[in-house]
Structure formats: C-alpha cells, structure tokens
C-alpha cells in the first residue's frame, strides 16, 4: 500500500514498496510469486 501528493507520486512509492518486498524476501529465502495478470481489488 502507498499513497502520495499526486497520483504518479503515489505510482512510484508503490513501485518501490514492490522491490523492496521482493528484494526482502529474496534476502530471506522466500519464494517470489510470478508476476500475474489478474488483479484484486480489496472490497
């Protein structure tokens, strides 16, 4: 989750946020999930 003053600013935190937690999880041992096409929306 990431929000920001504009709307690309908040598109470049998530972006962010995204390789970050890929870059933790690399450092942990954990498995990346493949990026998917199919998205979510929280209700």
Request: aromatic fraction near 2%; charged fraction near 20%.
């Amino acid at each position: 989750m990431s929000d920001g003053a504009t709307p690309e600013e908040a598109v470049s935190n998530v972006q962010d946020a995204i390789l970050s937690w890929i870059e933790a999880a690399h450092d942990m041992g954990h498995a990346v999930p493949e990026p998917s096409r199919h998205l979510q929306m929280a209700g």
